[in-house]
């Protein structure tokens, strides 16, 4: 993503709207930020309660946390919000996520991803004051090969749906940057994990089948490589660059913690016997191979360099050690 407009705000971060705040990795950047002593200020959650969504966010319990439920689409009830709340700040999570539901229908992904972008920051642009920090993924950089990674001046190559849609938000945001001269940044990360996530994603969906004797579908033969990045530490980022980040700036943040699907599904396994006291074989067992999704891109990573050289920020995380919070969220959860 080419740069806009460079350079250092003085940002109060006192009063944030998060859009998407229901959904997993929202969800988990509030419960984040109310705990840090150097956050004091007031966070607004504005989510429309889509099929993946943290119902739980909604009746969340603190003097400093307000949930509305809303569409980013509507742009008209944005800007009464914005004002009504008085906020200096737009952490932008809202999205629709899944590739393959991109695959079987990419419309609801241009309609929530880019033209919801695009309302956003049409309110912004009346109310210039406010920072917009906008939420990617590494997928807009397409796919890699064996060896090498994404940075920062990496060129734009989305190859399904969803992807493509999350690149045309990343530049409608570099335009308005530009054009405008708004406050933004903007971050990319590696696949998140962690406790909350929605059961279609790889995680949770080996976890679920594996307690339930389900088979365990694993596309092509698993060689799918990705960086896995634990989403406290994913929240942890996203604080650093609204404190110290620049505005027009673009951050990748990865773990570098790189494996393949099928890998993973064992070290998974692995960890999920060992906390319910079963053998792994009968889970293993489970394992089917399955047609590959078209498009399916072979390997993601993400030079995280530098968000931890001029931020300071670093993956914390090991896998294994994330797995096992997650395992022992998702087995808490169906008991």
């Avoid at 991803?113 to 109310?127: F, I, Q, R, S």
Wanted: aromatic share 10%.
């Amino acid at each position: 993503m080419a740069r806009g407009f460079t350079g250092v705000f003085v940002r109060t971060l006192h009063r944030i709207l998060v859009t998407g705040g229901a959904g997993f990795i929202g969800s988990a950047f509030i419960r984040y930020l109310l705990r840090q002593s150097d956050f004091t200020g007031h966070i607004v959650n504005y989510d429309l309660l889509t099929y993946a969504a943290n119902q739980e966010m909604t009746s969340l319990k603190h003097p400093r946390y307000h949930f509305i439920q809303g569409d980013i689409c509507n742009q008209r009830f944005i800007e009464q919000l914005l004002l009504e709340h008085e906020i200096d700040t737009i952490v932008h999570f809202a999205a629709e996520s899944h590739v393959d539901r991109s695959i079987q229908s990419a419309a609801p992904f241009i309609e929530t991803n880019v033209k919801g972008t695009l309302h956003l920051l049409e309110a912004v642009k009346k109310l210039p004051h406010i920072h917009f920090h906008h939420v990617s993924t590494d997928e807009v950089y397409g796919t890699l090969g064996e060896s090498g990674c994404f940075n920062e001046h990496s060129p734009y190559r989305p190859n399904s749906p969803y992807a493509a849609s999350k690149a045309a938000s990343d530049h409608v945001v570099r335009a308005f940057t530009v054009t405008y001269r708004l406050s933004t940044t903007l971050s990319h990360c590696s696949n998140n994990y962690g406790p909350g996530q929605f059961p279609e994603k790889f995680i949770p969906l080996m976890i679920h089948h594996c307690l339930e004797g389900k088979p365990l579908p694993v596309y092509g033969q698993g060689a799918q490589v990705r960086d896995w990045l634990y989403v406290d530490d994913h929240a942890a980022a996203i604080w650093t660059i609204l404190q110290k980040g620049k505005s027009g700036e673009v951050y990748d943040i990865g773990a570098g913690a790189e494996w393949t699907n099928l890998n993973l599904l064992h070290l998974l396994i692995d960890l999920l016997a060992e906390h319910t006291r079963a053998d792994p074989e009968r889970y293993r067992a489970q394992i089917r191979f399955v047609q590959d999704r078209p498009g399916h891109d072979f390997r993601y990573a993400l030079d995280a360099s530098k968000i931890q050289r001029e931020l300071g920020w670093k993956s914390e995380t090991p896998l294994p050690t994330g797995l096992k919070k997650t395992i022992r969220s998702y087995c808490r959860a169906r008991v």
